[in-house]
Nanobody, 125 residues
Framework: QVTLVESGGGLAQAGGSLRLSCVASGRFDRINRMGWYRQGPGKERELVAVVGSGGSLNYVDSVKGRFTISRDNVKNTVYLQMNSLKPEDTAVYYC???????????????????WGEGTLVTVSS
């Protein structure tokens, strides 16, 4: 079983910063993409940022220039540095990862997507 555990959420003032972390643990062989999604009040869940296994990055337009995603492959951890926070960034932030595991001696693999339970970020004006 694989688990993703987020930390770092909380309350910040507009213009402030927070750093989210997400650690993957359990039995697996490789983590492919890792990313962050968020769901604001009354809104659908949206992709915030994603980092591929090779380091490719993608951000939603609303956070470009303010948020930075990074990963530490040794620690199986993905981070989201959030600067210049705005009230509209208020949401539950979810960690997401595609994780790969070898399932037989021939090297066949399976990929599965996992989600963390979420961490609340509240930005006051």
């Amino acid at each position: 079983q694989v688990t993703l555990v987020e930390s770092g959420g909380g309350l910040a003032q507009a213009g402030g910063s927070l750093r989210l972390s997400c650690v993957a643990s359990g039995r697996f062989d490789r983590i492919n993409r890792m990313g962050w999604y968020r769901q604001g009040p009354g809104k659908e869940r949206e992709l915030v940022a994603v980092v591929g296994s090779g380091g490719s990055l993608n951000y939603v337009d609303s956070v470009k220039g303010r948020f930075t995603i990074s990963r530490d492959n040794v620690k199986n951890t993905v981070y989201l540095q959030m600067n210049s926070l705005k009230p509209e960034d208020t949401a539950v932030y979810y960690c997401n990862a595609e994780i790969q595991r070898v399932v037989n001696v021939e090297g066949a693999t399976v990929r599965r997507e996992y989600w963390g339970e979420g961490t609340l970020v509240t930005v006051s004006s």
